[in-house]
């Protein structure tokens, strides 16, 4: 990760260990799956991790957080329906690898379901990837076209 900073490499906390993992995998270093008991403990400490942020939160804050958060992932979920169905017709996937590889959540949650679901983990985890990359790589570049283009537009506006 500090390397990845060094670099300048945006998301370095996520792209550093990945393009790390990436390596180790592809020589051969890294081969096999962690163990479950890994696996539940890294979930147990991120539970944690997440759930004493909301120390503090009052109860509307909460409502008002998950009510958003339901609508944003039933629209999420509704869209993966959609995609998972364009790529089951299609015979690219199957169901479960298609709607796991589309639904909203993070790459390690849907990779751990692709475990437990036995789906093809490969093709969960390339897709979940490729969406971090071009959020990490793109959200800059986004950034910095509406800044361009918000400044272009402010300057025409000044006397």
Same mark, same amino acid.
């Given at each position: 990760?500090?390397?990845?900073?060094?670099?300048?490499?945006?998301?370095?906390?996520?792209?550093?260990?990945?393009?790390?993992?990436?390596?180790?995998?592809?020589?051969? !270093?890294?081969?096999?799956?962690?163990?479950?008991?890994?696996?539940?403990?890294?979930?147990?400490?991120? &539970? !944690?991790?997440?759930?004493? $942020?909301?120390?503090?939160?009052?109860?509307?804050?909460?409502?008002?957080?998950?009510?958003? &958060?339901?609508?944003?992932?039933?629209?999420?979920?509704?869209?993966?329906?959609?995609?998972?169905?364009? !790529?089951?017709?299609?015979?690219?996937?199957? /169901?479960?690898?298609?709607?796991? $590889?589309?639904? /909203?959540?993070?790459?390690?949650?849907? $990779?751990?379901?692709?475990?437990?679901?036995?789906?093809?983990? &490969?093709?969960?985890?390339?897709?979940?990837?490729?969406?971090?990359?071009?959020?990490?790589?793109?959200?800059?570049? !986004?950034?910095?076209?509406?800044?361009?283009? $918000? &400044?272009?537009?402010?300057?025409?506006?000044? /006397?």
């Amino acid at each position: 990760m500090e390397g990845a900073e060094r670099a300048g490499l945006f998301g370095a906390a996520i792209l550093g260990p990945l393009i790390v993992a990436a390596i180790l995998s592809l020589t051969g !270093v890294l081969h096999l799956r962690p163990p479950r008991e890994a696996m539940w403990a890294a979930q147990f400490f991120i &539970g !944690v991790g997440i759930g004493v $942020s909301y120390v503090g939160v009052t109860l509307r804050e909460l409502r008002d957080t998950v009510a958003g &958060g339901t609508a944003f992932v039933l629209i999420l979920a509704a869209l993966a329906a959609i995609v998972t169905e364009t !790529v089951t017709l299609t015979g690219i996937a199957p /169901p479960v690898e298609g709607f796991l $590889s589309f639904a /909203p959540g993070g790459q390690a949650e849907m $990779s751990m379901l692709a475990i437990i679901a036995g789906a093809d983990l &490969g093709f969960v985890v390339i897709h979940h990837l490729i969406r971090i990359l071009v959020v990490i790589l793109g959200a800059p570049l !986004v950034a910095r076209w509406f800044m361009g283009f $918000s &400044g272009r537009h402010n300057k025409g506006n000044q /006397p």
